[in-house]
């Protein structure tokens, strides 16, 4: 399950702050096509689209898609409301999927179900890129949230007001291979850069570049 709060998000809202590895350009042909998975208003599906690949952005999130659609920059790109858990495409359709703080969204049964997608997506040796926060080394937070959230790494992000404005899990580097391996891709690089939180926060983060 998505977690509801990222269904309602203002498209323009929609946080969009992890880091991305300019590695996945040594796997990029023009004409390569790309999904861009839950791409929120489309921050990097325009990239992709400038390197000469077919870009397709999909979000479950409508406003977001309403907003990538009417910005004229991306006008190439084929977007679309979907579910990522469960895709309209075929079989081995795409070269490169990119998942860019995706599998933070969802509980772990969706997380399986969304790396499994990409496989059955991904054509035979092609590439997922996959960009999640890491854990700080704060185990008390982590704790106090998961009273809440039920699972370690999952914290609520508040409104000004304290309503919850969206919840996301950060990931023990672990939990991504276990994941990964279980999909059956292979770890072809791994990298664990500092990224910008939506308050300005440096955090750790993780990105995996994988092949099926
Ligand atoms: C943290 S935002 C990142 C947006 C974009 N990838 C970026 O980096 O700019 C996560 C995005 O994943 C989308 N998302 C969450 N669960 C999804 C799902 N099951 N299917 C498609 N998109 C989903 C959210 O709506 C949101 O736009």
């Known amino acids: ?12 809202d929609v946080p969009s702050t992890s880091g991305f590895s300019e590695k996945v350009l040594e796997y990029l042909k023009p ?6 998975l839950g791409c929120g208003y489309g921050r990097l599906s325009g990239f992709f ?8 952005g999909i979000d479950i999130n409508e406003n977001a898609i309403e907003e990538a659609k009417k910005n004229p920059e991306l006008k190439d790109i084929e977007f679309s409301v979907q579910d990522a858990t469960n895709t309209n495409f075929e079989n081995n359709f795409f070269d490169v999927v990119v998942s860019q703080a995706v599998f933070a969204c969802m509980d772990l049964p969706a997380r399986k179900k969304l790396i499994s997608e990409c496989y059955r997506i991904l054509k035979p040796s092609g590439i997922l ?4 926060f890491g854990q700080i ?11 809440a959230t039920g699972e370690y790494g999952t914290v609520i992000v ?9 919840r996301t899990h950060n ?14 891709l292979k770890v072809l ?3 664990n850069p500092d990224f910008t939180t939506i308050s300005g926060n440096s955090h750790p983060g993780h990105i995996f570049i994988c092949q099926k």
């Open 137 to 147: 080394d704060e185990n008390a937070k982590y704790e106090e949230h998961a009273k």
């Open 31 to 36: 004409n390569s096509v790309v999904l861009d």
């Open 1 to 12: 399950m998505t977690y509801e709060s990222w269904k309602n998000i203002e498209g323009k």
């Open 158 to 166: 508040k409104n000004p007001d304290e309503t919850e404005r969206f």
């Open 189 to 191: 690089s791994y990298e």
């Open 171 to 184: 990931f023990a580097k672990s939990e991504l291979e276990k994941l990964i391996e279980e999909a059956g």
């Open 129 to 132: 890129c996959v960009s999640e």
């Open 49 to 56: 689209a400038s390197k000469g690949c077919r870009v397709y």
